[in-house]
């Protein structure tokens, strides 16, 4: 069973449907909901909190799954092979999951941002609208590419790229003076201090 209702939803649904749950694996994809507090509220199931991204409607989702309560290599195999047939799985502490749910959940709309913002700048250069959207997607899919299969740290490539005096420095430069690093960083601590405020809201005594 695949629990994927909205964080403030998990308590209703549970108690609804804990009868029904005795002895299955259950995986919870609901953001900043506790393993044990799935168990608390479905306690013969075998119990997995995992995050994932919406890249699974292509194949190419990046799902982390921790096992909870009651969660023995049964369950756990069968939630790798289920979301395995979706992209990539690794199993990870659940204490992760909070920043996994900023780095891997919302990860697709920050990058969507960045495309936006790119095919924006190629359309100010002169490009027509649908070629700087290509250009973009392709740039990063094959830069997301070489990073993987190379083992290329992020700098080896951008050093591969840059010549003296060149076009890439040049934006580089602009990149770095306007805080384009620090402003990513902070979007993903952001993201993961908004789960922990979730998990804040969702206190046993609110529920
Ligand atoms: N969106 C993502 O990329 C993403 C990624 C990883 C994890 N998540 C997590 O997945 C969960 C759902 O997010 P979402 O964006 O998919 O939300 P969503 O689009 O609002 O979908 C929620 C789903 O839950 C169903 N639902 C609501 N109340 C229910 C109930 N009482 N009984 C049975 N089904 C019920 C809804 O059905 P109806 O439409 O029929 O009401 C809907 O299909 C969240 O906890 C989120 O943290 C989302």
């Not at 250069?125 to 070489?146: C, D, N, Q």
């Amino acid at each position: 069973m695949i629990l994927t209702v909205k964080p403030r939803s998990v308590a209703g649904v549970l108690r609804e449907a804990s009868a029904g749950l005795e002895g299955k694996a259950l995986v919870s994809l609901a953001a900043a909901v506790p393993s044990s507090f799935i168990a608390s509220l479905a306690p013969k199931a075998k119990v997995m909190r995992g995050m994932t991204n919406v890249n699974v409607e292509v194949g190419h989702g990046f799902t982390t799954l921790s096992a909870g309560p009651g969660a023995d290599a049964e369950a756990r195999a069968m939630a790798e092979e289920v979301f395995g047939r979706l992209g990539v799985v690794e199993r990870v502490d659940e204490e992760y999951l909070d920043a996994l749910t900023a780095l891997s959940g919302s990860a697709p709309a920050f990058i969507a941002e960045i495309v936006d913002a790119l095919a924006l700048g190629g359309i100010a250069a002169g490009l027509p609208r649908e070629l700087a959207y290509r250009a973009v997607l392709h740039a990063m899919l094959g830069t997301a590419r070489s990073l993987l299969e190379k083992g290329w740290s992020p700098h080896q490539l951008r050093d591969m790229v840059l010549t003296p005096a060149g076009t890439t420095i040049r934006g580089v430069m602009v990149l770095q003076g306007n805080g384009l690093k620090r402003t990513l960083m902070e979007s993903v601590l952001e993201a993961t201090r908004r789960a922990r405020e979730i998990r804040e809201e969702l206190s046993p005594g609110k529920l």
